[in-house]
């Protein structure tokens, strides 16, 4: 298997160095990595990474109370990439898509992304900026069923209206 694939031998480490567009990513994801899964942040190492994600990616406009009660009340969730065998292989934890936690380490495939929500009404999804416009917002509304965004930002209903949520202003 190795002869077949020799033009991806360390595929992850020249993205690292050279920075591969993220159209050329999006490609890569489908080819090499696994399938991407919601899940509730409970881990307190989880909640950190990706709280670092937003401190780097958003300076100065961080909601912290709103993340941490989140958090807390159990309704942060994230993005996390399941790692598959060409995916250890080429080493892309390493890859700047995936987050990295307070000391530089890789945080086991999470995405630069979180969502707030209750059963089945969104509060909010925040992606990275760089990683804005690639699926993930979408990725979230699809794996959590998310069917209301609750009290959306203006620049965000057309982004609702086109995964088919509706939007509400009041919780009732």
Not at 29 to 43: I, L, M, N, P, S
Not at 95 to 111: E, Q, S, T
Not at 121 to 136: H, K, N, S, T
Request: with cysteine.
């Amino acid at each position: 298997m190795q002869e077949q694939w020799p033009m991806y031998e360390g595929l992850c480490s020249f993205h690292r160095n050279y920075r591969i567009s993220h159209a050329m990513l999006r490609v890569l994801w489908k080819e090499h990595y696994g399938d991407a899964t919601a899940f509730r942040v409970e881990d307190e190492g989880d909640f950190w990474i990706i709280f670092r994600q937003i401190i780097e990616g958003s300076p100065g406009n961080v909601p912290y109370n709103t993340i941490l009660n989140a958090f807390k009340e159990k309704t942060l969730y994230g993005l996390k990439v399941i790692e598959t065998e060409e995916m250890f292989r080429l080493g892309c934890k390493l890859d700047p898509l995936f987050c990295v936690d307070m000391n530089g380490d890789p945080g086991d495939y999470l995405l630069p992304c979180y969502c707030i929500m209750q059963d089945d009404i969104a509060e909010c999804i925040w992606v990275r900026p760089d990683m804005r416009r690639q699926g993930l917002g979408r990725l979230f509304v699809q794996k959590l069923r998310i069917r209301e965004a609750w009290n959306p930002l203006p620049e965000s209903v057309g982004f609702w209206e086109s995964c088919g949520v509706e939007t509400v202003e009041s919780l009732s």
